[in-house]
C-alpha cells in the first residue's frame, strides 16, 4: 500500500520538463501512471504506482512524495482529494477520562478533531463523493467510537474548543476579557474558574493589550465555561509558566470528571499528569498522518520519545529522543591577574 501525494502549490508544469513523466518507469512501459491533469498539476495513479521514488528525486520543485505503508492502513479515515493528504485512524473520546494526543504538526490532529466535532465528515478514503453517515457507522460498527460518531450524525454532541493559535482572539473579538467570558458562561462557574487561573486584575483590559499568557489562560476559561458533551483543548501550556500549568490541569481534570476532553499537549510532564490515556500520532507532514491506538499515558510517552511502536513494529523517528543528566561544573581555581590593597576616595 502506498500512497502519493502532490503539494499542488509547488507544482509547475508550465516550468519544468515534466521531469516525473519524463523519468517514470511506468509511463516508459506505456502506462499512464502520471499525467498532468484538468488543474494543470501532475496527477499520479496510486494504483499503478510502484513506489521507485524516481519522480521524487527528478521533480525540480520538490512537489512530489510517495510513501509506502503497512497494509493494515490500506483504508483512510479520510482523504483531501486525489494525490492528497491522508488521515488514518481517529482519537477515542472516553466518558469521564481526558485522551491526550502526541505528535508533531501537520499529521492530521486538526482534521481528526474536525470530524470528531461533527464539522467534518469523514469520506473513508472515498474522495470522488460524499460518504453516508449509514456506510460510516458501518465500518466503525463495534469499536469505542461507533457511538460517538452515532450522536454525531444525528447532531446530538455540542463541542467546545479552545483553539491552538490565541493571537486571532483580539482579531474576532473586540472588547475587555470580561465580557467575552460573560458570552461564554453556560455553566455559571464564571467566578470559580475566573478565581482559580487569576483573571480577576484583567478582566477590564482592553482584550488587544493582553499578553500571551493571558490569551491563553481566557481562552481557556472560555472553553471550559461552556456547557458541551465534548471538549477539545489544542496545546494549553504555550506562553503559562508552571504555576499557570498546574492550576489550567486541575480545572480540565475537574471537568473531565463528568465530560470527555481530548487535549493536544507537547508539554510531557503536563500530559503525564493531566491524561489518562495516550494517542501517539505520527506520519509525514502535509503527506500522511496515523493516529495509534490508546496507550497508557507513561507507556506512550515512553514510546514517543524511543520512536518506536512495539505493537504496531512501526519506527516513526530514526533515534530516540534521550535526556542526559549532566553535572554541575567543577569549581577551578584561577590565577590572580592583579590585586590591590584597600582604598577610599574623598571629594574636596
Request: charged share 25%; aromatic share 8%.
Amino acid at each position: 500500500m502506498r500512497i502519493a501525494v502532490v503539494h499542488k502549490e509547488r507544482c509547475h508544469p508550465k516550468k519544468c520538463g515534466n521531469e516525473c513523466i519524463l523519468y517514470c518507469p511506468r509511463v516508459r512501459t506505456g502506462d499512464e501512471t502520471v499525467v498532468i491533469g484538468e488543474d494543470q498539476k501532475a496527477l499520479i495513479s496510486e494504483e499503478l504506482c510502484v513506489g521507485c521514488g524516481i519522480c521524487v528525486k527528478k521533480c525540480p520543485f520538490g512537489a512530489i512524495d510517495i510513501v509506502s505503508l503497512p497494509e493494515e492502513l490500506e483504508h483512510p479515515t479520510h482523504r483531501y482529494g486525489v494525490n492528497g493528504f491522508a488521515l488514518y485512524g481517529l482519537p477515542i473520546p472516553v466518558e469521564g477520562k481526558v485522551t491526550g494526543i502526541l505528535g508533531a504538526n501537520g499529521i492530521g490532529k486538526s482534521t481528526a478533531v474536525n470530524i470528531l466535532s461533527g464539522q467534518l465528515k469523514p469520506n473513508l478514503g472515498e474522495h470522488e463523493r460524499d460518504a453516508e453517515w449509514e456506510e460510516i457507522l458501518k465500518s466503525y460498527a463495534g469499536t469505542e467510537l461507533f457511538d460517538y460518531l452515532h450522536n454525531i450524525s444525528r447532531q446530538k454532541m455540542k463541542v467546545a474548543i479552545k483553539p491552538q493559535y490565541i493571537d486571532y482572539i483580539p482579531r474576532v473579538f473586540s472588547g475587555t476579557p470580561g465580557d467575552l467570558l460573560k458570552k461564554t458562561d453556560e455553566r455559571g462557574c464564571l467566578p470559580q474558574l475566573v478565581s482559580a487561573m487569576k483573571l480577576e486584575p484583567i478582566l477590564d483590559h482592553d482584550i488587544t493589550t493582553l499578553s500571551g499568557g493571558e490569551l491563553q489562560r481566557v481562552a481557556l476559561v472560555a472553553c471550559l465555561a461552556r456547557e458541551a458533551d465534548f471538549y477539545f483543548l489544542d496545546e494549553i501550556t504555550p506562553f503559562l509558566d508552571i504555576y499557570q500549568r498546574m492550576a489550567a490541569a486541575r480545572l480540565i481534570r475537574k471537568r473531565a470528571l463528568s465530560r470527555p476532553i481530548v487535549i493536544v499537549e507537547h508539554d510531557l510532564a503536563i500530559l503525564d499528569m493531566l491524561a489518562d490515556t495516550v494517542h501517539i500520532a505520527y506520519g509525514k507532514p502535509a503527506v500522511f498522518g496515523v493516529i495509534t491506538q490508546p496507550k497508557g499515558v507513561r507507556v506512550g510517552i515512553n514510546q514517543y520519545l524511543d520512536g518506536y511502536l512495539p505493537e504496531e513494529n512501526v519506527r516513526f523517528r530514526e533515534y530516540p529522543v534521550v535526556f542526559e543528566k549532566r553535572a554541575h561544573a567543577v569549581g577551578a581555581e584561577r590565577a590572580v591577574l592583579f590585586e590591590y590593597p584597600a582604598m577610599t576616595k574623598t571629594f574636596r
